[in-house]
């Protein structure tokens, strides 16, 4: 009978699960772990520091809504996860991690990078879990994937101890009937609460939608989009929750957000938690009378809304969105709100004619909206945008749309700078035949700048635009500490890499820049183009609609908006 490993029971099991990729810096106890991985056949895609390896992997897992992997040494190794873990608990991403720790037998008598790494990582995941007993590795990677794609989904660690590793059990004992097994059932909302949401719909004269990333794991977009147009219900989203239905669709009325949020009378919350990001869906962002509707897998999330929730539906966004489509027929239809489709499309049209509409300084360094704009034009319909920074966020929130579900990538709701040039690596790996623009302030671009070695190394094709305004946000009155970086060459440093650089000083040579690089990508090169931006564009000292493009975003002529 042939002997295994615990380290060859885990890789084997991650294959057995159907792991094709895999996040991770080499390190000891984990080291025969990973090179069995790479005798069965998974994807070892070596990174520069473990944070990145965890935010690789939330995007990878955004865009297939799988579970995603990513592994690291014992120590160091794990602590360095840290961050990512946090980002994408509270981002409720369905990461899983794999540390190796020091021999469990030895706990307690200081040995090698001995520390607690399972208290550690209680605080930032949603599951944490220790390998003890060979028999039963299948059963435990097998929840661990398992726990964090099901309900509300979440990073989830296993701690791996040295001794448990590299101990051998013949392979006839271990249980291997968990490894695979996948759990597929989605959850259909209570029959009388979606009636009472046909109900309050029917009742509705300013109905909205405001979505999140639920319908992405659910992937519920083509029900969510048949809901809209069934019923042609004006919908927002959360900026990570783009796409779900495209931006330029006719019931999407971008620049009237905070109007519609203020002025709806009933607002279905659909797979997004009711926290900061949305205003907590309560007065002042909404309307203090407005009828709430909550369509969560979370049935917590329900219970300790920070609103209260008239119509509570706990379900999954895509069987509780066709309980809807079945439950509407004959009680609502594409004429039902078409007065408050007009009144939001009419919003936006004097939004786009004011005084003032689309201009920004130009007696400086080439403005942040500018550069966003030429992205933006420059962009592939599909094209997976990843943007870190801070006015380069916000900015970019506003400046560049995106029209597929997942494919827009973000600091998120924990803010997390840094998390722009993993995201790509992560996205690339993802899906290889997208276009992937990787849109980075100059400071977070300096805090994981190492992946483009990984990017390049692994030949993972990236196109990386950096606002380069010379520090951490934008400071008008240089006041603020700590803020200078100077303005960096980024674009030698790819360089240096082996990757293709270009500076970019004038507004008029953003596009060409843009070609160029991204004609290098296209030959299987990571390129940077390094934009030179004003320091002093603030955004939030100018009103919203004075950045708003939306008027170049025009729509086919049978989707015409308030139609
Ligand atoms: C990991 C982390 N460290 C620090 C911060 C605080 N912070 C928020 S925005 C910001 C500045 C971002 O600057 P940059 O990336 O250059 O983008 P810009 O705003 O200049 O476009 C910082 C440091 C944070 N949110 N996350
Ligand atoms: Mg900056």
């Known amino acids: 009978m042939a002997e295994l490993t615990g380290s060859e029971i885990l890789a084997k099991c991650l294959k057995k699960e159907g792991i094709e990729d895999?996040?991770?810096?080499?390190?000891?106890?984990?080291?025969?772990?990973?090179?069995?991985?790479?005798?069965?056949?998974?994807?070892?895609i070596d990174v520069r520091h473990e944070q990145a390896a965890a935010y690789a992997c939330q995007a990878y897992s955004r865009l297939r809504q799988t579970p995603s992997v990513c592994m690291a040494a014992s120590g160091p190794g794990v602590t360095n996860l840290i961050t990512g873990m946090a980002n994408a608990l509270i981002d409720c991403c369905p990461v899983v991690a794999f540390g190796g720790s020091s021999p469990i037998s030895q706990f307690g008598r200081q040995v090698f990078q001995e520390i607690d790494q399972v208290k550690l990582m209680e605080g930032c995941c949603k599951h944490v879990d220790r390998v003890h007993n060979l028999k039963r590795i299948p059963q435990q990677v097998n929840f661990a994937l398992q726990r964090a794609m099901s309900g509300k989904p979440g990073p989830v660690y296993v701690d791996m101890p040295g001794d448990i590793l590299y101990q051998k059990i013949d392979e006839n004992l271990v249980d291997w009937s968990f490894a695979g097994r996948k759990m597929d059932s989605r959850p259909l909302g209570d029959p009388r609460q979606v009636g009472a949401l046909v109900k309050a719909l029917a009742e509705a004269k300013q109905p909205l939608i405001v979505s999140g990333s639920g319908v992405i794991w659910s992937r519920a977009w083509t029900e969510m989009q048949a809901f809209v147009e069934a019923a042609g219900i004006p919908f927002?989203?959360?900026?990570?929750?783009?796409?779900?239905?495209?931006?330029?669709?006719?019931?999407?009325?971008?620049?009237?957000?905070?109007?519609a949020f203020a002025d709806a009378d009933l607002i279905i919350v659909l797979g997004t938690r009711m926290n900061y990001i949305i205003g907590h869906a309560a007065p002042p962002r909404f309307g203090g009378n407005a009828k709430i509707a909550r369509i969560d897998i979370d049935p917590e999330e329900i219970a300790a809304a920070a609103r209260g929730v008239d119509i509570p539906i706990v379900g999954d966004c895509k069987m509780v969105l066709q309980q809807l489509l079945d439950g509407i027929k004959g009680k609502v239809t594409q004429d039902s709100y078409k007065a408050?489709?007009?009144?939001?499309?009419?919003g936006e049209a004097q939004k786009r004619s004011a005084a003032g509409a689309n201009r920004y300084a130009e007696d400086g360094d080439i403005h942040p909206v500018r550069m966003l704009e030429e992205i933006k034009n420059f962009a592939k319909r599909d094209a997976i945008l990843c943007v870190d920074g801070q006015e380069t966020l916000n900015f970019g929130?506003?400046?560049?749309?995106?029209?597929?579900?997942?494919?827009?990538?973000?600091?998120?709701?924990?803010?997390?700078?840094?998390?722009?040039l993993p995201f790509g690596v992560g996205a690339k790996v993802a899906c290889p035949d997208k276009?992937?623009?990787?849109?980075?302030?100059?400071?977070?671009?300096?805090?994981?700048?190492?992946?483009?070695?990984?990017?390049?190394?692994?030949?993972?094709?990236?196109?990386?635009?950096?606002?380069?305004?010379?520090?951490?946000?934008?400071?008008?009155?240089?006041?603020?500490?700590?803020?200078d970086l100077g303005y960096m060459r980024y674009d030698k440093m790819c360089e240096a890499f082996g990757g293709y650089g270009e500076y970019v000083t004038?507004?008029?040579?953003?596009?060409?820049?843009?070609?160029r690089a991204q004609a290098k990508v296209d030959e299987g090169m990571v390129a940077l183009v390094n934009v030179r931006t004003d320091y002093r564009a603030r955004y939030g000292g100018v009103r919203f609609s004075d950045y708003s493009t939306w008027r170049c975003c025009a729509l086919p002529p049978s989707r015409e908006r308030g139609r």
């Open 22 to 44: 895999i996040f991770y810096i080499m390190g000891g106890p984990m080291l025969l772990a990973e090179s069995t991985c790479i005798t069965e056949g998974i994807r070892m």
């Open 236 to 259: 927002y989203t959360t900026p990570q929750g783009r796409g779900v239905v495209p931006d330029d669709h006719a019931c999407s009325f971008l620049t009237m957000r905070n109007a």
């Open 340 to 346: 408050w489709r007009q009144k939001l499309a009419d």
């Open 397 to 420: 929130r506003q400046t560049m749309p995106t029209f597929s579900p997942g494919h827009r990538l973000n600091s998120g709701p924990f803010g997390t700078m840094g998390v722009g």
């Open 435 to 483: 276009q992937v623009i990787v849109v980075h302030g100059d400071g977070s671009m300096g805090m994981n700048a190492m992946e483009m070695d990984t990017a390049i190394r692994h030949k993972i094709p990236l196109l990386i635009v950096i606002s380069l305004n010379g520090g951490w946000t934008g400071d008008p009155q240089r006041e603020k500490p700590g803020r």
């Open 506 to 515: 004038k507004p008029e040579d953003i596009r060409p820049a843009l070609e």
